[in-house]
């Protein structure tokens, strides 16, 4: 009967200890998953890979704001020297973006490494000389992704990297970021659809969150006072263009 009656015993702890273990193992198994995601702890290799990237890193954006630099002053430069900004603009724009790509191809660069640095110059030379930002946008990002397709380059990738561009030199030139954005979005959207549908589905995806922001970016850079400009300068242009 003791034997029985411990046996007993011995099989019920048995199985609360059962029926408790499996919390407790859940409990165990949480931490484990963080240890994995902890970094490696680094070597001598990995250390000087590691230092190496970052200062190369450094050295892309230093590149990207000198490309943007050289652009801005030639968009700007040359639209003065020209007898129309609204005439020449669009042709001016074609050419710097073109010049550019040839470039980058010369030296052997990614064209959707470099194109944001053209970008981000040439929406801001065009503001510069108070042209229409959100047309050059898009025929920023039109130009630059006809050339990718040209050359085979990744289509998608040059798009979004001129878009970001493009809302980067809006942010620094005091333009209108929001109708830059836009312009920007639908050319990228709009030029995509000549390349075919996988082209396009390419280009929607990449800027699927472009499109979801662009009432954020609209509410924190862009007020009424840029647009009462642009508006103001039109007024104003119309009555000469008129007389002409």
Known sequence: MTTKQTKRTTSTAAKRSATRNPVATKSTKAPQRKRAAVSPVLGTAGSAVKQGIAVSMKGLEKI??????????????????????????RAVVRDAVNGANQAAEQAGAELAVSIRGVARGAVAGVHDVQGNVAQAS??????????????????AAVARNAVDGVVEGAKESGGNVA??????????????????????????????????????????????????????????????????
């Open 138 to 155: 898009a025929e920023i990002v039109k130009t630059a992704m006809r050339y990718s397709q040209k050359v085979s380059a990744d289509v």
């Open 64 to 89: 990207e704001v000198e490309i943007a630099q050289l652009v801005r002053s030639t968009v700007a430069d040359t639209l003065r020297a020209g007898d129309s900004v609204a005439k020449e603009w």
């Open 179 to 244: 109708a830059s954005t836009k312009g920007a979005v639908e050319g990228a959207v709009q030029t995509a659809t000549e390349f075919g549908k996988l082209a396009a589905e390419a280009v929607r995806q990449v800027l699927a969150g472009v499109v979801q922001g662009m009432e954020e970016i609209a509410k924190a850079h862009s007020g009424s006072r840029p647009i009462a400009r642009t508006t103001a300068r039109r007024r104003a242009a119309a009555p000469a263009s008129k007389a002409s």
